[in-house]
């Protein structure tokens, strides 16, 4: 979510991704599940879709992981974390940094990532800080 600018799997993802954006920049609350959640919605139906990977699972711990230590509060299942615009700014100048980047390894999306986050995430949906 922090590099999203747009772009995705299918229109019906990015549809959905941006209406998500919204939400998000708005402040409400993201809460952490297992498995696919409400962005991956528009791809679940495919038993095949990347989501259901053992590996995005990994990527997915990892990063919750990566967040946790850098907030220095852990980040159980079911918690839920506010997505205030001081707290997205934090989280892209670490990523940025690649201090939260190592569940980036092996994405497709990485050097898109890597582009907006070069680009000082100009182009960036959820909460943009311009």
Known sequence: MLTYVGKGYSPAFV?????????????EEIQL???PDDICGPLTADPEAHC??????????????????????PLPLGALITPTLALIERLRANFATGKIR???AGCEWSDLCDQVAGEGFASVRVAPSR
């Open 52 to 73: 259901h990977g053992a590996s995005v699972v990994e990527r997915d711990r990892e990063a919750a992981d990566a967040v946790a230590r850098l907030l220095g509060s």
């Open 15 to 27: 549809e959905n991704y941006e209406a998500i954006a919204a939400r998000l920049s708005a402040g």
């Open 102 to 104: 190592s569940a980036c």
């Open 33 to 35: 599940v297992a498995g």
